[in-house]
């Protein structure tokens, strides 16, 4: 992965000069539960735990962990 | 056992849980009580895994915007999981070292029932042309996690958390921490955060000795341990009135045993199966050759992982997240995922999801080995020619598609039901090893593809 670290920089600097200074008062939309970053937490949990158990990554959102032997 | 349905403490959260104050979601920020409650029912197709997971979750948001959330969930799982051994156009029999250890424990029980139960599953029988499947397979697994957020001065806040596993043969603990500070009139969070975990294995039957026998596998010991260190660094950023955006970049460090204590690989002459030097006669059939798999003891991984979220009208949103991961075991993953929330006249959502995941196989992962080229014998003494193999398809190249549905109801303010419903199956993508023609193995699939669906049932409350 040699583009790594091109990439991240790259990300890293569209989202620190693309944003707009958005007021709180103009949070309206992202205060909704809806869109929160990880809306159903025991979700998320379920889903990572089969992906985690029948695939060779995990983590991303969070941390990875180890888990078993297995993986 | 935690050969299909592994172990992990439900920490991959907890990042997330100290961004979500800073855009004043009412969860985070409005002091009381929430319980969150579900059940997962999961199910693989042909007679693999069968899971029923009911989990727990309790926070109490306190009036300083500190918190305190447990989780309790509970697993039990029954099935049939892959044994590695390829597929063969003649039957195979296998000895199930668990099988043998339950059959032992019943016998000693002088339980009538158990002995019963467990006395034709000591060894098993795999038809021509099927997949060897261990169905010797069940368990009850045991997860409890806390987790304490924490505002700090300047903007900055702490998270603490901890996580104890434990099922039959393992045993988990982790413990992390993360600090988080927002900036820019709380239009960016800059986030760490690190977990360490120690695992403990102890399979009924004790460790394999790797690359060995399985009728003549030595134990190398009863337990083994493995450390697993994580590392993620996030920036979360409000790009506009109606987009946020995460960015994590993650390393992993894991030392110890990683071998799956219950898997294990063919090896073939010339594509066809051959008797283990070692057959005692036990099973009064042939017993071909397979040996116990074996893995680095390191294992590296890097990820990014990139989330947006975006509001479409007054009461939608698309959430998009694409994950990078690298590991230093050659594999190399991709991982993208779509989810819609449709709000529908207020009374209801839909939330359509796609996904897709591909990965790249492990340098060492084959679907069987070569007399000769990967191990030599002489008289009942078997040598393995490679220091690592596995056939673990988990380990294998393939790509994965899931598609689901989840409807919530809201009710009485505070109240929510959901229901969700995904089908998940792979696609192999390996380069198949050719077998010469009129082999056991000629023609026969080198990859066991795996479909799946589950259901999940939720309920929230707030006070």
Redesign the interface.
Same mark, same amino acid.
């Given at each position: 992965?040699k583009f790594?670290p091109f *990439?991240?920089a790259t990300?890293?600097a569209l989202?620190?000069s693309?944003?707009?200074?958005?007021?709180?008062w103009?949070?309206d939309?992202?205060?909704?539960?809806?869109?929160?970053?990880?809306?159903?937490?025991?979700?998320?949990?379920?889903?990572?735990? *089969?992906?985690?158990?029948?695939?060779?990554?995990?983590?991303?959102?969070?941390?990875?962990?180890?888990?078993?032997?297995?993986? | 056992m935690?050969?299909?349905?592994?172990?992990?403490?439900?920490?991959?959260?907890?990042?997330?849980?100290a961004?979500?104050a800073l855009?004043?979601?009412?969860?985070a920020a409005e002091e009381g009580w929430q319980v969150?409650?579900?059940l997962?029912i999961?199910n693989e197709a042909d007679g693999r895994v069968q899971a029923v997971?009911p989990?727990i979750?309790v926070t109490r948001n306190f009036e300083d915007e500190s918190s305190i959330s447990t989780?309790l969930?509970l697993d039990t799982l029954s099935g049939a999981s892959p044994n590695g051994a390829a597929v063969a156009a003649v039957p195979q029999t296998f000895t199930s070292a668990s099988g043998i250890a339950r059959l032992e424990q019943a016998e000693d029980d002088d339980d009538d029932h158990e002995i019963e139960e467990y006395g034709d599953r000591a060894y098993y029988v795999t038809p021509a042309g099927d997949t060897p499947y261990d169905e010797n397979f069940e368990d009850n697994r045991t997860t409890a996690s806390v987790s304490w957020l924490r505002p700090l001065n300047n903007g900055f806040k702490l998270n603490l958390g901890g996580a104890y596993s434990t099922e039959g043969d393992?045993t988990?603990l982790?413990v992390?921490a993360a600090i988080s500070k927002d900036l820019?009139?709380?239009?960016?969070t800059l986030s760490l955060?690190m977990?360490l975990?120690f695992?403990e294995?102890a399979p009924d039957t004790g460790i394999p000795e790797p690359m060995t026998s399985i009728i003549a596998a030595e134990s190398a010991g009863s337990t083994?341990t493995?450390?697993?260190t994580?590392v993620?660094f996030g920036?979360?950023?409000?790009?506009?009135?109606?987009w946020?955006?995460?960015?994590?970049?993650?390393v992993?460090q894991?030392t110890g045993?990683?071998?799956?204590?219950?898997?294990f690989l063919t090896v073939a002459d010339q594509g066809n199966l051959i008797e283990d030097p070692n057959d005692n006669g036990l099973t009064g059939v042939t017993t071909y050759l397979y040996l116990y798999e074996h893995?680095p003891e390191e294992r590296q991984?890097?990820?990014?992982?990139?989330?947006n979220?975006v509001?479409i009208y007054?009461?939608d949103?698309i959430d998009i997240?694409y994950?990078?991961?690298?590991?230093d075991?050659g594999?190399?993953?991709n991982?993208l995922d779509l989810t819609y929330?449709l709000?529908v006249r207020g009374l209801f959502?839909l939330e359509p999801h796609y996904r897709f995941?591909e990965?790249s196989a492990?340098d060492f992962y084959t679907p069987y080995l070569e007399l000769g080229t990967d191990v030599v014998t002489a008289g009942t003494s078997i040598t393995s020619l490679t220091e690592f193999a596995s056939a673990?398809p988990?380990?294998g190249a393939f790509s994965?598609d899931t598609y689901g549905l989840?409807i919530g109801v809201p009710f009485m303010d505070h109240h929510e039901v959901?229901l969700?419903y995904?089908t998940?199956s792979?696609t192999d993508k390996n380069e198949y090893k050719s077998a010469p023609a009129g082999s056991d193995l000629d023609g026969q699939d080198q990859f066991a593809e795996?479909s799946?669906n589950?259901l999940?049932l939720?309920y929230s409350v707030r006070w």
């Open positions: 992965m790594a *990439i991240i990300l890293v989202m620190l693309g944003c707009a200074n958005v007021k709180p103009h949070r939309l992202l205060a909704k539960d809806h869109m929160a970053l990880d809306s159903d937490p025991l979700q998320s949990a379920f889903n990572d735990h *089969i992906y985690f158990s029948k695939e060779a990554s995990s983590g991303g959102r969070g941390f990875g962990g180890g888990g078993c032997g297995c993986n | 935690m050969k299909t349905m592994s172990n992990k403490p439900y920490i991959s959260a907890s990042l997330a849980l961004t979500s855009l004043g979601h009412s969860a969150d409650s579900g997962l999961y997971e989990v979750a989780r969930t393992f988990s982790s992390n820019a009139q709380n239009n960016t955060g977990n975990e695992d294995i083994d493995k450390q697993v994580d993620v920036i979360t950023q409000v790009m506009t009135r109606r946020v955006s995460q960015l994590n970049f993650s992993s894991s045993h990683h071998d799956d204590p219950y898997k893995r991984k890097m990820s990014i992982y990139w989330q979220k509001a007054a009461n949103a997240s994950r990078y991961m690298t590991d075991w594999i190399d993953s991982t929330h709000n959502y995941y990965q492990a673990d988990r380990l994965a989840k959901s969700s995904e998940y792979q795996l799946a589950w999940q939720g």
